[in-house]
Nanobody, 127 residues
Framework: QVQLVESGGGLVQAGGSLRLSCAAS????????MGWFRQAPGKEREFVAAISRAGVNTYYIDSVKGRFTISRDNAKNTVSLQMNSLKPEDTAVYYC????????????????????WGQGTQVTVSS
């Protein structure tokens, strides 16, 4: 089992920044690729960003490229999502998730590929 706890959400004006953090406990953190997803009311859960086990590879959806940065610290068992230039359409509940992968460079982009999930943290961007 891996337990994931997100923090850092809140209310921010458009153009502002937030930094989400996810603390992991349980199994060996470095065995998992990590991802961030989000879900807005009435919409399906959407992939946002992912990072490989060693942090070498990252991937973002087009709408957040250049604005969001995913990073991880395997010594501290944490993964973060720095979100800059926030837009109202970024409003959602953000979830971190862990993907048990054998490859040190791979990660999933679909919710079904992830094994463990946090409880989510609300991000609201006002216009």
């Amino acid at each position: 089992q891996v337990q994931l706890v997100e923090s850092g959400g809140g209310l921010v004006q458009a153009g502002g920044s937030l930094r989400l953090s996810c603390a992991a406990s349980g199994r060996t953190f470095s065995n998992y690729a990590m991802g961030w997803f989000r879900q807005a009311p009435g919409k399906e859960r959407e992939f946002v960003a992912a990072i490989s086990r060693a942090g070498v590879n990252t991937y973002y959806i087009d709408s957040v490229k250049g604005r969001f940065t995913i990073s991880r610290d395997n010594a501290k068992n944490t993964v973060s999502l720095q979100m800059n230039s926030l837009k109202p359409e970024d409003t959602a509940v953000y979830y971190c998730a862990a993907d048990r992968v054998a490859s040190s460079v791979a990660f999933g982009t679909r919710p079904v590929e992830y094994d463990y999930w946090g409880q989510g943290t609300q991000v609201t961007v006002s216009s």
